[in-house]
């Protein structure tokens, strides 16, 4: 499988969309040391539609499922999402606190939105992710280890694994040796 090469200029991927969410905030002390990998799929299950990205931007519409319903009013953003074909989006400049990771620890440090990068693969806990996924974040990874020295490999971590009992994400579909391995 071919290498992707990705930029970061002024804090945002060269070649992601970008669309500005409001859930966003100053980080505390501008660290960023720590990334985090979720998954996300709207309506639960279902991949495209937009539907992340309006909740992100405060514009999921209540009415149109009756999951939306359920979620009304929440507040969340992520600084990147890698839809099923690999696409990119970028929701948060990542020198800002994007609110992705809510209750979380990492290390016995708690808040972990203070200092980390999340970003939301486009999927379930269960279904398996696709090749262009693996490849885009392996590639979004890469640039972030070079952009940001104090983020490291070992500080690469779930979101299930910063907040054990409340989140499930990525899930036991996520190949963590396949990701691993695809950093070089």
């Known amino acids: 499988m071919k290498s992707i090469d990705l930029d970061i200029i002024e804090h945002r991927l060269t070649a992601a969309e970008f669309i500005p969410s409001p859930n966003c905030n100053e980080r505390p002390d501008g660290e960023v040391s720590l990334l985090v990998i979720h998954n996300i799929s709207l309506p639960p299950g279902r991949f495209g539609g937009g539907h992340i990205a309006e909740l992100f931007t405060n514009r999921l519409n209540p009415d149109a499922h009756p999951y939306f319903a359920e979620i009304q009013g929440l507040e969340v953003s992520a600084h990147v999402l ?22 979380s620890c990492f290390q016995e440090r708690e808040a972990c939105n203070d200092f980390s990068i999340g970003v939301e693969l486009e999927g379930t806990d269960e279904l398996p992710y696709t090749d262009m996924q693996y490849q885009t974040l392996a590639a979004v990874t890469r640039a972030l280890l070079k952009s940001y020295p104090d983020l490291k490999t070992e500080r690469i971590t779930g979101h ?22 695809s950093l070089g």
Do not use: C, E, L, N
Request: charged share 30%; proline share 9%.
């Open 82 to 103: 890698i839809a099923r074909d690999g696409s990119m989006t970028q929701f948060v400049p990542f020198d800002r606190r994007a609110w992705h990771a809510g209750r």
């Open 160 to 181: 299930s694994d910063i907040a054990p009992g409340r989140k499930t994400d990525p899930g036991p579909a996520f190949d963590w040796k396949r990701y691993q391995r």
